[in-house]
């Protein structure tokens, strides 16, 4: 079939798609369309006011094992639109690897720190834990202090503040620069 057959058939088969109603519910109550996103934290930078969000993805049934989490910019200096997360981002710094899923929990790391472990657990609501300072805690935020300029600054530490499980108490752990 030639090029303009193609497209022509592509164009009619768009139109009648359109016109043709599906059963009520079929596609509204499937799976792909009750998805819902949790805030789990963001990432601040000293570069500028703008930030990262990372949130878990689930259905009714459970997290979703095919893509449980989300990461995207919030532009606040633009307004506070979004944008997604650059292939460099994603696979240097700000991207995650996701170590293990199930319906209930999901464990997973960022790029840029592949050996701190993070926990999304889902029980009367999605919270995302990590060990800082020897203790399992809620993660609050994380920021970031970047010096030096150019394309690709390098990192002076990077902080987790968040809130013991335990004790409830608020904690902070620096990683590199004076820290750990």
């Known amino acids: 079939m030639s090029t303009g057959k193609t497209l022509n058939w592509l164009l009619v088969f768009s ?13 509204a109550g499937s799976a792909l369309f009750e998805r819902s996103f949790h805030r789990l934290f963001s990432i601040h930078r000293s570069t500028n006011e703008n930030e990262i969000i990372y949130e878990a993805r689930s259905t009714p049934e459970g997290f979703d094992i095919h893509d ?3 990461a995207y910019w919030v532009m ?16 240097w710094a700000y991207g995650v690897l996701i170590k293990e899923v199930s319906a209930n929990q999901i464990i ?25 300072n020897g203790e ?10 970047t010096k030096g ?21 608020a904690l902070t752990e620096r990683i590199g620069g004076n820290g750990a």
Request: aromatic share 4%.
């Open 68 to 70: 449980p989490i989300k």
């Open 76 to 91: 606040n200096s633009e307004g506070g639109t979004t944008e997604p997360l650059t292939a460099i981002e994603r696979s």
């Open 108 to 132: 997973f790391s960022l790029k840029a720190l592949p050996d701190r472990n993070i926990t999304v657990h889902r029980a009367e609501e999605v919270i995302a834990t990590m060990m800082v």
């Open 15 to 27: 139109i009648v798609s359109l016109a043709v109603p599906l059963p009520a519910g079929e596609i």
């Open 149 to 169: 300029g150019g394309l690709i600054p390098s990192i002076a530490y990077i902080e987790i503040q968040a809130k013991s499980r335990t004790t409830g108490r």
């Open 136 to 145: 399992e805690s809620l993660i609050v935020d994380i920021f970031i202090q």
